[in-house]
């Protein structure tokens, strides 16, 4: 079976299995957790075209199962633990899932990550609604064979977010008073975390945050034509900007404590998109 046949085969697999439309979908970062009322649950592993069903391995902070719920009375699909490039998933595969979400007819998808703050206006804690970012990984998930019927060969990347999303969760957190910045992030392969010449270097080239995800997603979600947005969580000051050593329990206790404004800030975006 082909990519695109085995991402149709997958989004009918979920489709029947929550049997509801889905409105919006929620791709989780480390440690970032999200309750839905009337919530179920779909295991990775009981989903059969799924690259990622037979991780046994997974990263520690990622649950590894669908959720499918509702949030402001829309009918919200949630990727709890999603797959890394790090990892040595395929591009495609990290990406597969982006395109399911996107064959379940979604209006959009909001992608959550814990990242390192290279910005020292941002602190420990902080959300930011990505405004752009650098990939600093020679690979995406577009490179080879292009299936026109995922997207076109060249993808216009002028406005990676959407704005009808974007301008939602600004103002959704000004009303609720949550800090929320704009910032570029930039996505670096790891698993290791940079080194302080790395993050002078990303500093320069101008980016405001670093982590080791969700650029794929974003390309991906781009070329499917997937409206998409972005809230990074400053888990940490990036390497040399924090004094302290990386240590992945913090990254996901910051994380877990950023769960509950993101979890506002979704419920208010929600209430008022279409
Ligand atoms: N760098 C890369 N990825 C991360 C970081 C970081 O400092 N913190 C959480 N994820």
């Given amino acids: 079976m082909t990519y695109y046949e085995n991402i149709v085969e997958t989004a009918n697999y979920i489709k029947k299995y929550f049997n509801e439309p889905i409105d919006y979908a929620v791709v989780l970062g480390s440690g970032i957790t999200l309750e839905l009322e009337e919530q179920q649950e779909l295991g990775y592993e009981a989903i059969p075209l799924f690259p990622g069903n037979k991780r046994s ?90 299936d026109p019927r995922l997207g076109e060969r060249f993808v216009d990347m002028t406005t990676p977010f959407n704005p009808y999303l974007v301008d939602n969760l600004l103002s959704s957190a000004e009303k609720l008073d949550i800090k929320l910045h704009r910032g570029v992030y930039g996505f670096f392969q790891g698993p290791y975390f940079e080194t302080r010449a790395e993050i002078q270097a990303f500093k320069t080239m101008g980016c405001d ?43 996901l206790k910051t994380a877990q404590k950023i769960s509950v404004n993101l979890k506002n800030l979704l419920i208010e975006t929600l209430k008022n998109l279409d």
């Fill in 209 to 251: 945050l670093v982590g080791m995800s969700t650029v794929p997603e974003v390309i991906a979600a781009n070329h499917a034509g997937l409206p998409v947005a972005v809230l990074a969580c400053a888990t940490n000051m990036a390497t040399g900007i924090q004094k302290k050593k990386h240590d992945h329990e913090h990254v």
């Fill in 57 to 146: 391995n997974h990263v520690k902070g990622h649950a590894n199962k669908l959720t499918f719920g509702k949030i402001s009375g829309k009918n919200v699909l949630v990727l709890n633990g999603r797959l890394h490039y790090y990892e040595g998933y395929k591009m495609k595969e990290v990406a597969f899932m982006t395109y399911v979400v996107k064959f379940l007819g979604a209006k959009g998808l909001f992608i959550t990550n814990a990242c390192g703050a290279i910005n020292t206006n941002f602190t420990e804690g902080d959300i930011v609604c990505l405004d752009d970012f650098i990939s600093l990984v020679s690979n995406n998930p577009l490179m080879g064979e292009n």
